[in-house]
C-alpha cells in the first residue's frame, strides 16, 4: 500500500504511523524525521534545513522534494510505504504525482487525521520524542512507562526545540495557509479518508484500520 498522512502539526501522524508501519508492514517515512537525523550528524542537509525548521517554517520545496524521490527508490519501498509530513505543499503533491506516474504507481490513499486546532496546542507542547527511534510521547496523554526514557529503544527522550509555544503558532498558520489546501487536492482526485484525530490514540488506529482494511478488499 501506498499511504500519505494528512494532518496539522500534532494531529498524532508520526504516533500513527508507527502502529500502521508494524500492522501493513511497510516503512514510515517521516521527512522531519530525515531532517532531524541531518542535523544531529551536521551533513550540509542538516546545516540548511536547520535554518527553517527551528524558525518554525518549511523546508524549500527542492530540497525536500530531491529527499522524498531519493528516498522512495530505496529497495524497502518496492511494496508501498507510508508517508508522514510529505506532501507539505502542494508543489510537493504535484512532483509526487509525476514520482508515481512515471513508474505507472498509485497513490490509495491520503488519510487524514482530523484534529481542531483548540487541541493541538497542548499536544504539542507536552510532545516529548526519542531522538534515536523517532518515537513520539505526551507528558499526561502517552507518557513512557519509565520517566523519561524511551519504551521502545531505551534513549533519554527530549523535548524538540520547535516544539516550544510560539514556534508552534507559527507552524500552525503555515499549516493552516500552505498544507490545508492538499485536503482539497486528494479530495478532488478521490483519494482522501478521514478519521477523527480527537479520539484517544487506542481509538485513532481502530478507526485508522478499519478505513486501511477496507481499501485491501
Ligand atoms: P510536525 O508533524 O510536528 O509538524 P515534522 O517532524 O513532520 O513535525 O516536521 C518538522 C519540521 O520539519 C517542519 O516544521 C518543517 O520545518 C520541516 N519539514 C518536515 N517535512 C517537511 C516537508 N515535507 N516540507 C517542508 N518542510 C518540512
Ligand atoms: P504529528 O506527527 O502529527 O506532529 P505526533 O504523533 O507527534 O503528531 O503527536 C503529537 C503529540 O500528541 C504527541 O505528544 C503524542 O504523544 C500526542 N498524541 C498523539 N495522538 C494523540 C491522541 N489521539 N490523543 C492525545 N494525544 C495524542
Ligand atoms: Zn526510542
Redesign the pocket.
Known sequence: MRIILL???????????KSISNKYNIPHIST?DIFRKNISERTPLGIEAKKYIDNGQLVPDELTIDIIKSRLVEEDCENGYLL??YPRTVEQAKALDVFLNEREANLDTALL?KVPREFILE??T????CPSCGA???VK??PPKNEGICDICGSDIIQRDDDAEITVNKRLDIYEAQTHPLIEYYKSRDLLSEVD?????ND?FESVSKVLNELRK
Open positions: 494532518g496539522a502539526p500534532g494531529a498524532g501522524k508520526g504516533t500513527q504511523a522531519g508522514d509530513g487525521i499536544r504539542m507536552g510532545r516529548r520524542v513520539s510521547y505526551h496523554f502517552n484525530g480527537t479520539q484517544a490514540i485513532v
